[in-house]
């Protein structure tokens, strides 16, 4: 990647991850996304879009011995996620693939876990991003369902999909979920009690039959309004992003 990269904390200084200092920048989300994941030692993950390997490595940081493959689209991007991994020492395989076109070998595995932070955004009716990367990363050109669609595929016996997501696409991705994968948890996330949420977790598990069920809200941050540079985060947001900890969908 020739433009300028930043050496970020992630976990409170556990992880040092690299990134463009332009572009597609991770922040909480896929830090929550991995808090969420109800991974255990020795399990196999399989992150769809990684981006330059956060969620997967929160992950790898928080469960000992799992072992994490991601698949990114955009070279430069993947090529950073393999350096990240290699430089926190995590047993984390780097692909670089379209998630519609998965290499051979990767089509014949399933997985404990498949976790996904797909764009936010629908390219159709939004304006794109200056930056190619960027705008590949919250927009991109592959429709929600293939996320959905690729990502239930993998998913092993009796595992698990993950997923973070803005709440207005919430029934795209109940609907695609339709028939693939049940037991279906939804957990709002809103930035402080009061407020409506922006963004969701989903949990769907392959050969589940429990019954669709809403978690409570996950609320962000204390008090009812921003309180100057002070570090406002709720007690379970705050010690999933800066320790690592668990953050269950179904608390």
Same mark, same amino acid.
């Given at each position: 990647? &020739?433009?300028? =990269?930043?050496?970020?904390?992630? !976990? $409170? /200084?556990?992880?040092?991850?690299?990134?463009?200092?332009k572009g597609y920048r991770a922040g909480v989300d896929p830090v929550l996304l991995a808090a969420s994941t109800?991974?255990?030692? $020795? @399990?196999t993950v399989l992150e769809l /879009?990684?981006? %330059? $390997?956060?969620?997967? =490595?929160? !992950?790898?940081?928080? %469960?000992? @011995?799992?072992k994490v493959t991601g698949v990114e689209v955009q070279p430069d991007y993947a090529a950073l996620a393999q350096r990240n991994g290699d430089e926190n020492k995590a047993s984390f395989i780097v692909v670089r693939a379209?998630?519609?076109h998965l290499p051979a070998d990767l089509r014949q595995q399933r997985f404990?876990?498949?976790i996904m932070n797909p764009p936010y955004f629908n390219r159709s009716v939004g304006s794109a991003s200056d930056n190619a990367g960027r705008d590949l990363a919250l927009g991109g050109d592959t429709p929600l369902t293939d996320w959905i &669609?690729? $990502?239930?595929?993998? %998913?092993?016996?009796? /595992?698990? !999909?993950?997923?973070?997501?803005?709440?207005?696409r919430l029934p795209e991705v109940l609907a695609a979920l339709q028939g693939k994968l049940g037991a279906v948890i939804v957990r709002p996330i809103a930035g402080r009690r009061g407020r409506a949420p922006e963004?969701? !977790?989903?949990?769907?598990?392959?050969?589940?039959?429990?019954?669709?069920?809403?978690?409570?809200?996950?609320i962000m941050h204390k008090g009812d309004s921003h309180d100057g540079d002070r570090d406002?985060?709720?007690p379970d947001v705050n010690a999933a992003l800066r320790s690592g900890a668990e953050l269950p969908i179904l608390p």
């Open positions: 990647m &020739t433009e300028p =990269l930043t050496q970020d904390d992630f !976990l $409170g /200084g556990k992880l040092r991850i690299w990134q463009p200092a109800p991974a255990r030692p $020795g @399990d /879009g990684c981006g %330059v $390997g956060v969620a997967s =490595l929160c !992950l790898a940081a928080r %469960v000992a @011995d799992v379209d998630l519609r404990a876990h498949v &669609t690729t $990502g239930a595929k993998r %998913v092993g016996p009796r /595992g698990y !999909l993950t997923l973070i997501q803005r709440i207005e963004l969701f !977790l989903l949990q769907a598990r392959q050969e589940g039959r429990a019954a669709f069920r809403m978690a409570p809200t996950l406002s985060y709720t």
